[in-house]
T-cell receptor
Framework: AQSVSQHNHHVILSEAASLELGCNYS??????LFWYVQYPGQHLQLLLK??????LVKGIKGFEAEFIKSKFSFNLRKPSVQWSDTAEYFC????????FGAGTRLTVKP | DAGVIQSPRHEVTEMGQEVTLRCKPI?????LFWYRQTMMRGLELLIY????????DSGMPEDRFSAKMPNASFSTLKIQPSEPRDSAVYFC???????????FGPGTRLTVL
């Protein structure tokens, strides 16, 4: 069964700092990749997705992610975070099996 | 355009009682997923359906849990009997095809005393 690893459990940044959250998966075949965000007390919402094509995908709210097939990675980035980005971020890998990562809690200090 | 609808939003019950959580997926979506989220275990996939048929229920923790999808617009997750360790937020999600992006409902916060 495939697995999804999010290496950072809790990241604390100041506003305007750059963000990169790691996501690695174990499945070697074709996968669909997603990043979801969960704001405090809310449900998961889709940030961005990758199915095929350009490995650099743009999402909502200035987020982007890069699919690097050779590294089995799909890291999430944002050049300048805001206090409102404080949330939990989940990477998900879906093929015939589906797995969510354990999540990374991001705290942005004003 | 309504998203995924879950009810109730909050449920407080006593140990041993039966609990039924309900979900209405987005119209036109043919895949439905039930998840459980806790601080200790994170987000866990319990079961998912394709075209109303259960495909993978390997995440259902034990026989006390059961899920049904009698039609394309309704699903239930039942816990009988409930235990305090079942306390969690239960999310339902739907998608058009099980490999596409999932749309999550607001969740049901279950507290078993």
């Amino acid at each position: 069964a495939q697995s999804v690893s999010q290496h950072n459990h809790h990241v604390i940044l100041s506003e305007a700092a750059s963000l990169e959250l790691g996501c690695n998966y174990s499945y070697g075949g074709t996968v669909n990749l997603f990043w979801y965000v969960q704001y405090p007390g809310q449900h998961l919402q889709l940030l961005l997705k990758y199915f095929s094509g350009d490995p650099l995908v743009k999402g909502i709210k200035g987020f982007e992610a890069e699919f690097i097939k050779s590294k089995f990675s799909f890291n999430l980035r944002k050049p300048s975070v805001q206090w409102s980005d404080t949330a939990e971020y989940f990477c998900a890998v879906i093929n015939n099996d589906m797995r969510f990562g354990a999540g990374t809690r991001l705290t942005v200090k004003p | 355009d309504a998203g995924v609808i879950q009810s109730p939003r909050h449920e407080v019950t006593e140990m041993g009682q039966e609990v039924t959580l309900r979900c209405k997926p987005i119209s036109g979506h043919n895949s439905l997923f039930w998840y459980r989220q806790t601080m200790m275990r994170g987000l866990e996939l319990l079961i998912y359906f394709n075209n109303n048929v259960p495909i993978d229920d390997s995440g259902m923790p034990e026989d006390r849990f059961s899920a049904k999808m009698p039609n394309a617009s309704f699903s239930t997750l039942k816990i009988q009997p409930s235990e305090p360790r079942d306390s969690a937020v239960y999310f339902c999600a739907s998608s058009f095809g099980h490999v596409r992006e999932q749309f999550f409902g607001p969740g049901t916060r279950l507290t078993v005393l």
